[in-house]
């Protein structure tokens, strides 16, 4: 991030500190471009989350700020649809015999002091993978666009944010609940932290959302919260837990459960995710299989737009979070992809897969 737009960076997180609280407290916001502002703040969807810590002050007047009002009005329509499509969708999996575990999206929403603060598109669930297929049975019945925003996930497909967590132990821990007598279970507060705060981290943190997510996460903490259970598996992974709930602490004020371990967050990590905050999501740039068409111009951008960020590179390496300079890191991840392509693509050469690489969500393609 440059020097240049670091006051825009510092500036979000300032909007953004205490945010989810009832009372966020006055703030002091530094002179900078209100309405490269507000669209950062809407674009990384905490615009209603900033309208929320605004609203009684002085800078709510502001015309640039209008954004954000409208943000916070959408997603409060949004927030009742959602609520009922949720219940809808949950009570076609009890008719099949499916208790669910839900987290993320609406699990996290309520949690906020207004539902309209945590927007979210899709509905995640964790089901048994011995109830996988059944699972596809009640998606191939709903409606289109209620299928498309059901996310389903089996232990073995959540094991790209979870890789540590086992079935039983997932489901063991979830406590039951139920929303206009459709049943369903949610993760406990331990693996529910480390499921988003690692979640984030494979995403390289570009949506502040995420951080606030972990903020709010920590703050709901109960008395009997066990750290020793939240960071139990891999230590990569749990050095990774720990520096996001210390960036979350330093950039958001995050008040943390008792006991929480010490640790500094390393500068390269804040760097990012602020550089995150104000690039934001990049999308993906053309196929690889496709540089030929593209000519070399466009064929060496298509490349170099793959260099790997920080933090995504570090949490998929399982890199330490200190000690190892991140380009070291960043190399390492980006031979390890291109191993992984060629191997794909030798694999397809040689007919042994009948299609690339397919992306897709959960238990359904």
């Not at 909007?15 to 490269?36: F, I, K, N, Q, Y």
């Not at 596809?136 to 497909?157: F, K, M, Q, S």
């Not at 997932?170 to 499921?195: I, M, N, T």
Request: glycine content about 8%; aromatic content about 8%; charged content about 25%.
């Amino acid at each position: 991030m440059t020097s240049g737009r670091e006051p825009l960076a510092l500036a979000l997180a300032g909007t953004l500190r205490h945010a989810w609280r009832s009372a966020g407290g006055p703030m002091e916001l530094p002179a900078v471009d209100l309405r490269a502002w507000a669209e950062r703040l809407v674009a990384g969807g905490v615009g209603a989350l900033a309208w929320w810590r605004i609203r009684d002050i002085a800078l709510a007047g502001a015309p640039e700020a209008s954004a954000l009002q409208e943000a916070f009005r959408f997603h409060a329509v949004s927030a009742a649809r959602n609520e009922r499509d949720l219940q809808h969708l949950v009570a076609h999996f009890n008719d099949a015999g499916i208790e669910p575990i839900l987290f993320k999206g609406w699990t996290i929403a309520r949690l906020y002091p207004h539902r309209a603060l945590r927007p979210f598109g899709d509905f995640d669930l964790l089901v048994p993978c011995e109830q996988t297929e059944r699972a596809r049975g009640v998606l191939r019945e709903l409606g289109p666009d209620l299928r498309e925003r059901a996310d389903v996930d089996t232990a073995e497909t959540l094991a790209r944010y979870l890789p540590d967590r086992s079935e039983a132990e997932l489901f063991a821990r979830a406590r039951p609940e139920s929303l206009e007598g459709a049943r369903f279970r949610v993760l406990c507060l331990e693996d529910h932290l480390r499921l988003v705060a690692l979640h984030q981290l494979h995403h390289g943190g570009w949506r502040p959302l995420w951080l606030c997510d972990v903020a709010l996460l920590l703050e709901a903490a109960p008395v009997d919260f066990s750290w020793e259970r939240c960071l139990e598996g891999d230590p990569r992974l749990s050095e990774g837990v720990l520096a996001t709930a210390a960036l979350a602490a330093e950039l958001l004020g995050a008040r943390l459960p008792p006991g929480t371990p010490h640790f500094v967050v390393p500068a390269w990590l804040r760097r990012a995710v602020l550089h995150g905050w104000i690039h934001g999501y990049e999308s993906m740039p053309p196929s690889l299989y496709g540089l030929r068409a593209l000519g070399w111009s466009r064929a060496l951008r298509a490349v170099k737009a793959r260099w790997p960020d920080p933090v995504s590179a570090t949490v998929h390496l399982r890199a330490p979070f200190r000690t190892v300079p991140r380009p070291a890191v960043q190399m390492a991840e980006c031979l390890r992809r291109a191993v992984d392509f060629a191997r794909r693509d030798l694999r397809w050469r040689l007919g042994m897969d009948s299609e690339l690489a397919r992306v897709g969500k959960g238990v359904v393609a």
